[in-house]
């Protein structure tokens, strides 16, 4: 609730160091810049294409009709280097996307694996002190542990009647 308070900013402003004050001035000004910058040449690049590829098309076809004129030659060269230009950036973006696109996606299953081998117990040492490792020789340490705390089942074993009274039984039509 205190951060929505009127004077939560000026408190926070009085105490900041006057180097982040100057880093968020700087951060600031930069992000003003690139905005400005990505409006001006990036914001809409097919579009840019379209028309450099419409400007290209028009010299060709201007070209067809006079292939002698050197003015229209050199325009032609020059709409095709800008044309390239347009075309290799979003291609330079695509691939880009390409290559990490799914970084996210792979650094979050990458953890998901670190966590999961984390919760793995390797190695465990065992009631006589000596260390086991490997799944198989620790499952048998932990068999081995929970057997003697629960026991071993002795067949044909006489059930005691007076356990047996202590609790609820049913009778023959509910089994």
Do not use: C
């Amino acid at each position: 609730m205190w951060v929505k308070d009127s004077s939560f900013l000026s408190i926070v402003h009085k105490h900041l160091p006057k180097r982040l004050l100057r880093l968020q001035k700087y951060q600031t000004s930069v992000q003003r810049d690139l905005q400005t910058l990505n409006h001006g040449k990036y914001k809409d690049l097919r579009e840019q294409q379209r028309t450099a590829r419409a400007a290209l098309e028009h010299l060709q076809q201007a070209l067809a009709n006079d292939p002698m004129n050197d003015s229209l030659l050199q325009q032609e060269r020059e709409a095709q280097r800008h044309y390239i230009s347009i075309i290799s950036s979003t291609l330079d973006i695509t691939l880009d996307w390409i290559k990490y696109g799914d970084a996210g996606t792979r650094f979050f299953y990458a953890k998901a694996k670190q966590r999961k081998l984390q919760t793995h117990v390797y190695s465990l040492r065992d009631d006589d002190g000596l260390q086991h490792h490997g799944f198989d020789a620790v499952s048998r340490v932990l068999q081995d542990y929970y057997s003697t705390l629960v026991g071993n089942p002795t067949p044909g074993a006489p059930l005691d009647p007076t356990v047996i009274a202590m609790g609820p039984i049913l009778s023959l039509e509910q089994q």
